[in-house]
Structure formats: C-alpha cells, structure tokens
C-alpha cells in the first residue's frame, strides 16, 4: 500500500490514422508534444505524455493509426499501436465521427475486444460534427459491444476535462513515475526532427512526404548561450524527390527550414540555426538498419 494515498496509471490511444489522437495527447498534456497534420500516418512512433496533478499522474500513449502494413516501417507502426495496449489500465479508442465509424475502426474495434484492458470509445471532432454524425457513431461503436462511449473534441478541449475525471475512475495507487515537471519522455532532439518532417508532411504534396525521415546529426549551443546550431538530414527515397523537396532555386527548403526553425526555436525557448541536409537513400523503410537510426526501433 501506499501510504500517501498517490494514484497513478497508465493509457493508451489508439484508432485508424487521422482521427485526432496526436491532438488529444497535445491538450490532454497541455503542450503540443507530438506533431499533428491533416494527413494520415502521420506519428511513426509510441509518444509518451505526462499529466500531473497534486493527486495523480497519468501517462498517455500515443501511437501511430492502426492500417494494414505495407512495408518495415509500417510494421513496426502497427507493431508499436498493438503493443501500447498492453498492460494499460484503459485503452482510448479514438473515432473520427465526421468520418464515421468504418471498415477499419470495425477491425481496431476486433483487435481492441482481444485486450484485457477496458476501452474508452471517445468520438472525436464533436466541435465539427451534426447530431446524425454523432448518434450514428454512438450506435456503431454500442452495436460492436463497446459501452464506455464519450464525445469529445480534441482541438477546442470540450469534454476532455470530462474525460479527465472519468479516467481518475482507472487509476490505482501507486508512484509518481516521473517529475511533475515532465511532460513527455521524448528527448528535444527527437521532437525536434518530427517538427521538420511536420513541415515537410504540410509544404509537400502527394506520396513523397511518407518517404521521408528526418534524423537530426547534431545540437549544440554557441558558448554565449545565445544561439543553437542543429544540423539535421532529411532522407528521401529518389533522387526525384529530392529535387522537389530542394525546390526551384532552393524555394521549398528554405520554407521547410524557416518553419520547423521557428517551432524549433520556441520548443527550446533560444534563437536556432537551422542547417538542413538532404540525402537520398533508396528503399530506406524497407531497411532495418536506417529506421534504427531514425530512431524507428523496438524497445
Ligand atoms: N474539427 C476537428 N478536427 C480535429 C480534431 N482533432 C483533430 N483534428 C484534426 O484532425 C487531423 C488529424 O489529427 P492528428 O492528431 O494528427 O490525428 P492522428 O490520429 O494522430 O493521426 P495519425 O498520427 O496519422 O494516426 C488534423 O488536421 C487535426 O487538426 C477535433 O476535435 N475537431
Ligand atoms: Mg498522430
């Protein structure tokens, strides 16, 4: 037992690509510590997020949309979404309710009634959707057994106090994992190469921004402490697309650059000297030794 009384535990979210979990993560944190795009497949890897309060401490898994693999990297997406719902005290089911509840939330929901942890089915992006939307998405996710159902929306934050309180229900007592300080367990320079590929998912068009991967070479503050210098290297599957990231006279490099640097630059609250590199490495997510660098590798 115990003696402080202090509760603890730990959550999941999971759901296709696209629904919001990334953007619930932010605002269940309070900071934007994963990156959020309009597009799928957009997280690659199990982002951890903390929120303490006085009493508790609850830490969130964020994971990549759950789809059919189609090569290593998307297997080790699915592979990292399907692990995190393990020994979890609740899993999140994110639904997309403007989308409706579809063929893939139906094998998410198949995979989910596998694990013994408790599903909370939230039907997200309340803020944009009708009432029919809302009422046909309650009725799929009770049709397919699931009883735990809550609107929320992740971008306004309705609801998700609401949320809050149902999940302080799941917790049990036990330590604070980490310092109330902390909000997430990914180190800077990690967020600082998603902040890049973010820009590069925005600013490019078509299926060249999912070939890309960014690994940042190095960070490291002038001896003024006024100015960090981060040399980082955006990989690309052909020579092509290189070309298209470059841009005309080096137009579409400098937006990526002058972007990521000012996300860069409050993330780390100092001035930022952004240096970006662009090499081509064929197949690279079919190669195991790439997405280990990358940082794409199992724990
Ligand atoms: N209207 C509305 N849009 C939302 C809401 N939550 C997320 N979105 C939008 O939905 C899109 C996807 O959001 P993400 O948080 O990246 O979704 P995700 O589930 O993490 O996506 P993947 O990482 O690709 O699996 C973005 O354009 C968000 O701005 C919401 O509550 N309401
Ligand atoms: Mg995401």
Redesign the pocket.
């Known amino acids: 037992m115990n003696a402080t009384g202090y509760k603890s535990g730990f959550f999941s979210?999971v759901?296709?690509?696209?629904?919001?979990?990334?953007?619930?993560?932010?605002?269940l944190v309070g900071q934007k510590i994963?990156?959020?795009?309009?597009?799928?497949?957009?997280?690659?890897n199990r982002i951890t997020g903390i929120l303490t309060r006085r009493d508790y401490q609850m830490i969130f898994l964020?994971?990549?949309?759950?789809t059919k693999p189609r090569n290593k990297l998307g297997s080790f997406m699915q592979k990292a979404a399907e692990d995190a719902s393990k020994d979890v005290e609740a899993i999140l089911l994110?639904i997309?309710t403007?989308r409706g509840v579809g063929e893939r939330d139906a094998d998410v929901m198949r995979f989910l009634k596998t694990q013994r942890s408790p599903v909370i089915v939230l039907l997200?992006?309340?803020?944009?959707?009708s009432a029919a939307q809302m009422q046909d998405a309650r009725e799929a996710v009770k049709a397919a057994g699931f009883d735990t159902v809550l609107a929320?929306?992740?971008?306004?934050g309705?609801n998700v106090d609401r949320l809050e309180t149902l999940l302080t229900e799941y917790l049990t007592e036990g330590p604070q994992y980490y310092p109330e300080d902390m909000v997430t367990d990914q180190p800077e320079r990690v967020i600082c190469a998603e902040l890049i590929r973010e820009k590069t998912l925005e600013l490019l068009r078509e299926e060249i921004p999912h070939g890309i991967g960014v690994g940042i070479d190095k960070m490291q503050l002038r001896p003024d402490g006024a100015l960090m210098d981060v040399w980082a290297t955006i990989y690309c599957e052909r020579e092509s697309h290189k070309g298209i990231i470059i841009g005309r006279g080096g137009s579409m490099l400098k937006r990526i650059g002058s972007e990521a640097r000012k996300d860069i630059e409050w993330l780390l609250d100092v001035r930022v000297n952004l240096q970006l590199w662009i090499k081509v490495k064929e197949d690279w997510r079919n190669r195991q030794q790439m997405l280990n660098e990358l940082g794409y590798k199992e724990e």
Do not use: F, Y
């Not at 795009?37 to 690659?44: I, K, L, V």
């Not at 964020?62 to 759950?66: A, E, F, L, Q, V």
């Open positions: 979210i759901g296709c690509p696209n629904v919001g979990k990334s953007t619930l993560l932010n605002r994963a990156i959020v795009t309009d597009r799928a497949q957009t997280t690659r964020d994971t990549p949309g759950m994110v997309d403007l997200n992006k309340c803020d944009a959707a929320v929306s992740a971008r306004t309705e």
